[in-house]
């Protein structure tokens, strides 16, 4: 490892860029020792790139997981792409100081500089090979969840959480039939799919809404039930308040 592994330029007047001080503004010192941590954490990973696991990036931080996805996702400082991200400032710093670096090697120092270039390019070809690694796992990714396969059953619970007025599992099979009976297509399931809740094929039910609505409230009566007689409320007085509580809950989940 080279002895400027570690090493990549700051401004010193960093502070003063318009992003950096909506920063300060919003989360003070902190957030601008914690994003300058992050750009160090960059700087280690070949081709200057990261994946957004907040909760790991949290703990090798040793700080909240709120303020990192924050940080990354808030100002502008980094870009972010399908489970990625990385800061152009950083990449384009660490070119230029590349860039000086073949430059220098390149000059005829005496010295060990053979070495030192052998090395160097080393340590390119494995970056490359991290970064084409790392681009093959992105395309297969954005492939995968484009795929009929990737509608899992965690997808479309998430369907059904935003699509209350009908039953997602059940278009789900009814919109395979489809493709199976006219061959159909396409280059994203997902999407197709997301249209087809919302196409006159669709139908529309109650079922989920009413479901959703008897489980929040048997949880409002047992969560109210429980606080008053912990107070040791009347009977009448536990009943009074479960159904004010069913009633609020209820007008919550009714469109």
Same mark, same amino acid.
């Given at each position: 490892?080279?002895?400027?592994?570690?090493?990549?330029?700051?401004?010193?007047?960093?502070?003063?860029?318009?992003?950096?001080?909506? &920063?300060?503004?919003?989360? +003070?010192?902190? +957030?601008?020792?914690?994003?300058?941590?992050?750009?160090?954490?960059?700087?280690?990973?070949?081709?200057?790139?990261?994946?957004?696991?907040?909760?790991?990036?949290?703990?090798?931080?040793?700080?909240? /997981?709120?303020?990192?996805?924050?940080?990354?996702?808030?100002?502008?400082?980094?870009?972010?792409?399908?489970?990625?991200?990385?800061?152009?400032?950083?990449?384009?710093?660490?070119?230029?100081?590349?860039?000086?670096?073949?430059?220098?090697?390149?000059? +005829?120092?005496?010295? +060990?500089?053979?070495?030192?270039?052998?090395?160097?390019?080393?340590?390119?070809?494995?970056?490359?090979?991290?970064?084409?690694?790392?681009?093959?796992?992105?395309?297969?990714?954005?492939?995968?969840?484009?795929?009929?396969?990737?509608?899992?059953?965690?997808?479309?619970?998430?369907?059904?959480?935003?699509?209350?007025?009908?039953?997602?599992?059940?278009?789900?099979?009814?919109?395979?039939?489809?493709?199976?009976?006219?061959?159909? /297509?396409?280059?994203?399931? =997902?999407?197709?799919?997301?249209?087809?809740?919302?196409?006159?094929?669709?139908?529309?039910?109650?079922?989920?809404?009413?479901?959703?609505?008897?489980?929040?409230?048997?949880?409002?009566?047992?969560?109210?039930?429980?606080? &008053?007689?912990?107070?040791?409320?009347?009977?009448?007085?536990? =009943?009074?308040?479960?159904?004010?509580?069913?009633?609020?809950?209820?007008?919550?989940?009714?469109?």
């Amino acid at each position: 490892m080279g002895k400027d592994a570690y090493y990549f330029s700051h401004d010193s007047n960093a502070q003063n860029d318009p992003k950096i001080i909506k &920063l300060l503004f919003n989360h +003070g010192w902190e +957030g601008y020792g914690i994003y300058w941590a992050i750009i160090e954490k960059l700087r280690n990973e070949p081709n200057y790139i990261m994946e957004t696991n907040y909760d790991m990036l949290s703990y090798a931080l040793r700080c909240g /997981t709120d303020i990192i996805k924050s940080i990354i996702e808030g100002f502008d400082l980094f870009e972010i792409d399908d489970g990625f991200f990385y800061s152009i400032s950083l990449k384009n710093r660490m070119e230029k100081m590349n860039n000086i670096r073949d430059i220098r090697a390149k000059s +005829g120092r005496k010295g +060990g500089k053979s070495q030192a270039k052998a090395k160097q390019n080393t340590s390119k070809t494995q970056a490359l090979k991290e970064s084409k690694r790392k681009e093959i796992k992105l395309n297969k990714s954005k492939i995968y969840n484009k795929s009929l396969e990737s509608i899992d059953k965690i997808y479309l619970d998430e369907l059904q959480n935003s699509n209350l007025d009908v039953n997602v599992e059940k278009q789900f099979e009814l919109f395979r039939d489809y493709l199976d009976a006219n061959g159909k /297509t396409y280059k994203d399931y =997902r999407a197709g799919f997301r249209t087809w809740l919302k196409s006159p094929y669709c139908e529309k039910t109650t079922e989920i809404r009413d479901k959703r609505n008897k489980e929040v409230e048997m949880k409002a009566r047992v969560v109210k039930r429980q606080r &008053l007689e912990k107070n040791s409320a009347s009977p009448e007085e536990i =009943r009074a308040e479960v159904d004010k509580a069913i009633g609020k809950i209820s007008r919550k989940y009714t469109v």
